[in-house]
């Protein structure tokens, strides 16, 4: 599904899908335990995303994306 101008869309390089799954994640060298940053993902890359992370031992979790208002195309609230 590709994503319209008002969706939030897949944070894989080159993809253009709707955002269906937030990747969220923090990197443990360099984010305090309550740091957490979210990548979105489509179903093909969320599965990706995750082990990319988790192969560099980066507390990860993937859950539904549910779009809150006043977000940009990344899902980053302005």
Known sequence: M??????????????RAAATQSVVWRN??????????????CDEHA????????????PVSVSPFEPAG???RTGVEP
Do not use: M, N
């Open 28 to 41: 443990p060298r360099i984010h305090a335990p309550d740091r957490r940053k979210v990548w979105l993902a």
């Open 70 to 72: 006043g977000t940009d």
């Open 2 to 15: 590709t994503a319209t101008p008002e969706q939030p869309v897949c944070s894989r390089a080159g993809c």
């Open 47 to 58: 599965p990706y995303l995750r082990d990319y992370l988790a192969a560099r031992s980066f």
